[in-house]
C-alpha cells in the first residue's frame, strides 16, 4: 500500500517474524532467573506467580484499549510504539533492584506485547507470499513458540554459567529491541488508515458475527494449550528443582526450552494438514502429554518429564497454529487486527489465571499436588478440544456434498 521504504514485502516478512521472536523471548527469558531472584531477595513461590501473572494484566490491557489500533492509523506507527516501550520494560529488569521493580518491568513488559499482538500478526498475513496465505499464521505461531524456547533457553544456560544472567541478557534484549524499532521504519504499510481511533480505544473484545463460529469452537484448544504454557513459564524451574530434585541449574530453563522447540515443530507440522485436523491432533496429544507429565512427577522422573515436555509442545504448537489459521480464514483486512487480539486476550488470560491460582493454593496444597490439579485441567480441556473440533469437521463433511 506504501512503497516508498526501502524494504522489500519478504524482508518485511522477515522483520515482522524477527520482531515476533524477540518479543516472545524477552517474555520467557525471567522465569529460569525466578528461582535466582527468589534466592537473592528472599520472596515466595505465590508470589513468584504474582510477578508472572502481572505481566497478563498488562498485556491484556493493551489488547482491549489499543489491540485494534493499528486497524486505524496502521501498522507501522504500533509496532514501533510497541517495540520502544518493549525496550523501556527490558531496562527496568535490566536495573532491578527488589519485586517492585519486576512487577513493573513485567507490567511494562506486557503493554508492549499487547500493544504489537494484533499488528504483528495482522502484518504478517498482509505480507505473506499471495499463492502462501498460510505462511503467516504459520509464522505467527512458530515465531512465538521458537521465541519462548530461545529466552528461556538461553537464560536457561546463563544461570548455568554465573550467579548474575540479568546482567547479560537485559541489556542485549534491550539493544535489539532499538534496533529492530529503527528498521521497521523501513518496512511497506499494509493497513489503509482510517476514522474511528478514539471509538477503538474503548477498552472492549468484540467478534464480527461472521468469525464467532470459528473462534468460540478454537477456545477450548487454545484455553488448553495456553495453560499448559503458563504451568512451564510460572512453575516448571520449581517444579524440576523441588519435586523432581534436579540440581543442574540450568534445568529449569532447558525444560521451557524443550517445550517451545516441540511447539515449533508441531506449527511446521500444522502445516501439513487443514486447520480442524492439526487442532484435533494438537488435543489430543495435549492429552497424552499431560499424562506423562503428571506421571513422571509421581515417579520423581527427569527424563519422562522430558518426554512429556515434548508430546505436550507439539500439541500446543499443532493446536495454536489451527486455531489462528481457522480463526484468520475467517476474517477480513478491516477486522482482522481485532480479531487476534481478541484471541490473544482468551490466550493469555489462560496463561496466566490458573497459573496464578496455582501461586495461592500451593501454599496449602504443596507444589507436587498443585501440579497434579493443573496438569487434570489441562487434560480436561483438552478433551473438549478434541471432541469439538471432531464434531466440527464431521459438520463440514456432511456439509460438504451439499455444496456439490
Keep these: 500500500m506504501d512503497d516508498r521504504h526501502s524494504l522489500s514485502r519478504g524482508a518485511s ?22 528461582p535466582v531472584y527468589l534466592q537473592r531477595w528472599g520472596f515466595s513461590v ?52 527488589g519485586v517492585g ?33 498460510h505462511r503467516g499464521p504459520m509464522m505467527t505461531a512458530v515465531g512465538t513458540s521458537f521465541g519462548l524456547a530461545a529466552g528461556g533457553g538461553v537464560t536457561g544456560l546463563l544461570v548455568q554459567a554465573g550467579p548474575h544472567p540479568d546482567a547479560v541478557v537485559f541489556p542485549v534484549l534491550t539493544v535489539a529491541f532499538m534496533a529492530v524499532a529503527a528498521l521497521v521504519f523501513a518496512i511497506p504499510e499494509t493497513a489503509r488508515p482510517r476514522p474511528g481511533v478514539l471509538t477503538s480505544l474503548r477498552p472492549r473484545v468484540r467478534v464480527p458475527r461472521e468469525t464467532r ?53 508441531g506449527g511446521l507440522w500444522a502445516a501439513r494438514h487443514t486447520a480442524r485436523i492439526a487442532t484435533l491432533m494438537g488435543a489430543v496429544l495435549l492429552v497424552v502429554g499431560a499424562a506423562v507429565l503428571a506421571g513422571a512427577l509421581g515417579f520423581g522422573s527427569a527424563a519422562g518429564f522430558l518426554g512429556g515436555s515434548v508430546i505436550a509442545g507439539l500439541g500446543v ?16 483486512t478491516k477486522t482482522r487486527s481485532e480479531v487476534f487480539s481478541a484471541a490473544y486476550v482468551v490466550s493469555y488470560a489462560a496463561l496466566s489465571l490458573p497459573s496464578l491460582a496455582a501461586g495461592l493454593v500451593e501454599p496449602y496444597w504443596g507444589l507436587e499436588t498443585t501440579g497434579y490439579v493443573y496438569l487434570a485441567f489441562v487434560g480436561v480441556l483438552s478433551v473438549s478440544a478434541a471432541v469439538q473440533s471432531s464434531s466440527a469437521r464431521r459438520v463440514a463433511e456432511l456439509v460438504a456434498p451439499q455444496h456439490h
Design 13 to 34: 516478512f522477515a522483520l515482522l517474524v524477527f520482531a515476533n521472536v524477540l518479543l516472545m523471548a524477552s517474555t520467557s527469558a525471567p522465569s529460569p532467573i525466578y
Design 101 to 133: 521493580a519486576l512487577v513493573t518491568a513485567r507490567i511494562v513488559q506486557g503493554l508492549a506485547t499487547g500493544m504489537a499482538t494484533g499488528a504483528l500478526a495482522a502484518g504478517l498475513v498482509e505480507l505473506s507470499p499471495a499463492d502462501r496465505p
Design 317 to 332: 504448537g499443532l493446536t495454536f497454529t489451527g486455531t489462528l489459521r481457522g480463526i484468520s480464514a475467517a476474517t477480513t
Design 46 to 97: 505465590t508470589i513468584l506467580t504474582v510477578v508472572f501473572a502481572v505481566y497478563v494484566a498488562g498485556l491484556v490491557g493493551a489488547l482491549l484499549t489499543v489491540g485494534s489500533l493499528s486497524d486505524h492509523v496502521g501498522r507501522r506507527p504500533v509496532l514501533v510504539a510497541a517495540l520502544l516501550v518493549a525496550a523501556a520494560g527490558t531496562a527496568i529488569f535490566w536495573a532491578a533492584g
Design 213 to 265: 463460529r470459528a473462534f468460540f469452537g478454537a477456545v477450548p484448544a487454545i484455553v488448553a494449550g495456553w495453560s499448559l504454557t503458563g504451568l512451564f513459564l510460572a512453575l516448571a524451574p520449581s517444579l524440576v528443582t523441588e519435586v523432581l530434585h534436579v540440581r543442574f541449574g540450568a534445568a529449569g530453563g532447558l525444560a521451557i526450552a524443550v517445550l517451545f522447540l516441540a511447539n515449533s515443530a
